[in-house]
């Protein structure tokens, strides 16, 4: 394990990734998906692009038809553009159909979107699976606006195309998988989607240059919801026989506290190290229930699928005032906020992978004097470490994992496994895991 | 099902039941439980009559000699009646031996039974298995007897006959059983013990007039203690294969707030559903111990009977202080009580009878919006409609029963049953209890 | 059972006891352990003393060379002992290697150690398995000595000898077991260590005098550590089969309040017993977690040992000021502290000797007053008495054990106990235990 450099360089970095992907015009099909893809395969050169073609069953859904938008505005009498999706993308409901008309303004406000509460904002409206078009503006601008006709011009195509979806897997030494999910169809805003794409790329990146890991990592970028549904559709039965811990990753670089949303199960691998790594890393973090899901645990964990997707967060989706708006920006996501979301899902990942089943050599207390392992008892510090060696060991019982172990005796996994690897190399413990 | 009727007249009716059991002269044995049987079988058409003659064995008790009361009275030497049965049935200690004397003022005060602290109130006292006599009257009445002579009449007889109890069974499509047990051996007290009699009678009439029910109801009007003693030395191997849930019915008809009573397991189906249905109708609901059982409970849940009977009540027994005094009068029990009483217990049955085993048939979250489920957003409510649908959906994994769902996501089971319902219509749930 | 005598002569005694063993130079090994023991064997005749030479493997330990010390001095140039090992024994580090010679002030400060915080406090030192010699001594005093050069002796041998151990075994009508272990190895200090002998002792005279228990006791003296580990690794499999619940004594004749340590798995019947026994003795007993374990529960209670072994003590070693100082003297420990720890111990014991699994044998309620076993009503405490008598039976089902039900009942055993016995007499409840 490396350290972490502390020198801000890979916080910068996934910030810069970000920042690169932030104007492409996503949605949960069509070229903004591919081209945003086709970036993160620049730093992942491992990176698969999958294709699935619209009107594909998956499940209870079918892959949709793709959206293609070049060109949406409002202009008024003079031809001047009031609302125009060349300033920002959001000006424009997803999935809107073409239109080119000119309209009353009474007609054009049943299409405008607006949040009076945030009056400078300008949300994020969608529309997947019911033909429709629309506007999204910021209240103060939709004030402005005067009570004449408008021109009002959407160039976007809904036709047969593709779903897309990237997927690395890094082979461990076992096959059994820790999975880690994001996804990559929501236009410009920086929290929600683009700091989980980023983050993932991050930990990609640093799991590809560890040595051979315990796990299978496998770590996809899917549209959200139709996206995780087509790839569950496709790999169900080896997920559910292979994945033994996994996260949704989501929200995960800005500088509020840390969030977490527990699979729907709450108790499996991914939950119980969560837990255990947001409690360490930051007691004051939010625990949300399952009953506050909103993102692809709500596939991952449906009755059947039930894999094992803990989500870790920096400020839940929904949570946020910025959440599903232009101020979701790249101010709000800072290498800072990137640095820790990446430091939190690392520190779960290693909790995984160091997760042994240690049991002791010898009956009774090793007399860890006689091999130097006992530290010296003058400081304070040092009678410490002595008792977190001898509390480790009073429960290497062979029953209890390093991480029930760690819970019980009220010490981090980083700072356990050294202490585990020093007692190893000594003979004092194995790992009844192999 | 259908609605409750919120103009009242269920409760009124109930009230009226009650009015008319009130005078009659019950004890554990004798005509007044014959009387209180005939008069509910008039309204039970389908309730059985059974008899079991004094000295019969049922465990380790023996049916007891038949009492019968005509008059009892102490009279002054002016051969005025101070102390008169027919004035109150409560005046008489249950069970009293005849007896017909002039006897000293002190002899009188060995035989008298009063409350210092209630000095409006005659005590409700018994000796059902000692031989003994007495009278009881209200402490401020008897500070103003003088301390002269008194002539002491009861005209009772104590000689073999039958011990009587109703039986109601209303067959389902199944031969699991849910039972209803109340108890008709007190004199002329209407929350202890009438409010029991007069809502399982309404709740006969509520459960004749569905269509078949998924359980067997046996609804059963027995004295307490030895009649309860006596049906299940009569049918406990039956009853220990059958029975699923079930409430015995006592206090349950004053204006106060709702008392839970568990059984001695504490966590059957009755107690889930009585604990479900309690904390959503009156969050104050006073929750007690099985330490704090005191009624028919002490035999439905003794060891080796172990029948999951819980107490759902209005003012638990004991614990208000017209309890076993002349105080429990017509004027306790309102019907709004009564009504509250009924529809705590309807609410429990229905809980118990709609308590499927949902299965989502489809794997992922199924699209409502195509099959029109999905409510649209724009109110507040309604998009709390959807939350409750999708929330249901997301547990209906075969494992938990609708009761587990309704309390993982905190909805009323009354709410989730149409949901379930308009889900299970549409193909999308089904249930696995069949 | 016999009452406990209220006069105090018992904690008169084992005071007594104490006392005289207070002056004793022990340690793990050598005469002092042998003094220790042959005076322990006047008071218990049955008491089996055993002997291990040096060198002797067991687990991961050695048994140590034998440890004799017969002077100690430090001496100034006018050759007066300004620390003298004949005033307190605690003057020397334990296990000092001999030593005679002239040395400097510095030199002599290298090897001295006193407690700043605690300045009228000679500290208990030792080094048993690292050579080295050193003196102990107030710090009031250690800052009255001058800056000149001084003579230090040791008269001591360190050389192949025995480890002794003491046994005694009481045989009951079963070959379970429980074990009570204390430890001899500490020089004259009164709570921890000699606090636990007699204690011991104490209880194995009142063993000794009952009829023969249901139970095999086990009663040890060993030294800490090495001598459990020795113990240990001669018995590890009989122990294991037979042992159901055993007691360190250590710490338990002061006069605060009871603290307890739990075993490692924290559940087992001695654990129960403990928390039972401490929560009706003394509401306000400090609870602590294994991972504040200190004494021999860390060889009985280690991975792959795992005997049920919890610790009550009064004041916890390590958690008081006098803990391993001249400060712990026959002061702190006082009768009334050694009775009180008696008084525990026996409780614990007739708790886990009684620990009866009763089934009622009739079913439906008992009728008490046919036989006279229910108290008239007439007064408060009566109507308690008969509470608890119709609690218990409620759950006698062959599933709860006299301690389950003391705990659900919320009634101490020695007020169970005698109760379950009437019963019992009366053939209301049997023993599913036999």
Known sequence: MRDLNDDGALGRQMHAWLSALFPIVRSITGPGVRQTLAYLAEQLPQLKIHEVPSGTRAFDWTVPDEWTIRDAFVADEHGRRVIDFKQHNLHVVGYSEPVNRWISFDELNDHLYSLPDQPDAIPYITSYYKRHWGFCLSHKQRQGLKPNNYHVVIDSDLKPGMLNYGELILPGRTVQEVMITTYICHPSMANNELSGPVVATALAQWLTSLAKCRFTYRIIFVPETVGSIVYLSKHL???KKH???GFNLTCIGDDRCYSYVPSRAGNTLSDRVALHVLKHLDPGFMRYSYLDRGSDERQYCAPGVDLPIATIMRSKYGAYPEYHTSLDD???VTPKGLEGGFTALRKAIEAIE???MPQVTVLGEPQLGKRGLYPSLS???SGDAAL?????IAYCDGAH????I???IGVPMWELIPIYQKLNEHGLVMDLNG
Chains 1, 2, 3 share one sequence.
């Open 354 to 356: 160091h997760n042994y």
């Open 379 to 381: 400081t304070k510090s």
């Open 243 to 245: 994945v033994v811990a």
């Open 401 to 404: 994992s390093l991480l029930d």
């Open 237 to 239: 039965e080896y997920l």
């Open 330 to 332: 790249l101010t709000l």
């Open 388 to 392: 977190v060696m001898m509390n480790l």
């Open 406 to 408: 760690a819970e019980i």
